[in-house]
Structure formats: structure tokens, C-alpha cells
């Protein structure tokens, strides 16, 4: 069984930082891209950010330039550094992996494992 597990989430101060950590566990499967979405109270699911087995990435023009996606194939862990946080970047963070042929990194649907998710709040 493929299991993902998020951690580092909390509370920071508007302009604070924070890293994610996603662990995958038992069988896990190669090659996997993995990607983090958020949602917030009221809202839809959205993508967030995307890392491909090769090291590939992608950001959500609302985090770019601002977040940073890695990963550490041996581990096998996914990080997510969030810088500059924002109040709008609170939400719920999931990690997601997927494998795989023509998936595209903001669909969740291509994405067949999911954690549990992390809270992000940023706040003064």
C-alpha cells in the first residue's frame, strides 16, 4: 500500500516561512510524480505546485516565486518550502502522487495517492 504523509504545517506570521515535508511508505511506486494542493475554508482544491521524478517543476502563478518544491528520491520525501507567506496562502495542504501517461499537474484526478493534509495559517 502507498501511503503519504504530510508534516510541518502551523501558524506563521505574515512574511514567515514554512517547510512541508511528504513521506511516502510501503510500496511505493517509481518514477511517481508528486504534487501539493491546497484548499481553503469554502473553496475549491488547487494545485499548488508539481515535481517530476526527473526534477521537473511547476508552480501556481500565485506561489511562484515564492515556493519551492524538492524532492529526495531516496528517501523517497517531496518538500515544500513556502516563503513570504501570505493570510491568502491558509489552507489545508495535501501531498499527492501519481504515475504514469498524459496527466496533467493541476488535475487532481491524475493524482491516485493522497495524504491526509497539513494546516497552513498564516496570521498576525
Known amino acids: 500500500q502507498f501511503r503519504l504523509v504530510e508534516s510541518g504545517g502551523g501558524l506563521v506570521q505574515p512574511g514567515g516561512s514554512l517547510t512541508l515535508s511528504c513521506t511516502a511508505s510501503?510500496?511505493?511506486?517509481?518514477?511517481?510524480?508528486y504534487g501539493w494542493f491546497r484548499q481553503a475554508p469554502g473553496k475549491d482544491r488547487e494545485a499548488v505546485s508539481c515535481i517530476t521524478y526527473d526534477g521537473i517543476t511547476f508552480y501556481a502563478d500565485s506561489v511562484k516565486g515564492r515556493f519551492t518544491i524538492s524532492r529526495d528520491n531516496a528517501r523517497p520525501t517531496v518538500y515544500l518550502q513556502l516563503n513570504n507567506l501570505k493570510p491568502e496562502d491558509t489552507a489545508l495542504y495535501y501531498c499527492a502522487a501519481g504515475y504514469g501517461y498524459n496527466w496533467y499537474w493541476m488535475s487532481a484526478k491524475d493524482y491516485g495517492f493522497w495524504g491526509q493534509g497539513t494546516q497552513v495559517t498564516v496570521s498576525s
Open positions: 510501503g510500496v511505493t511506486v517509481g518514477h511517481a510524480y
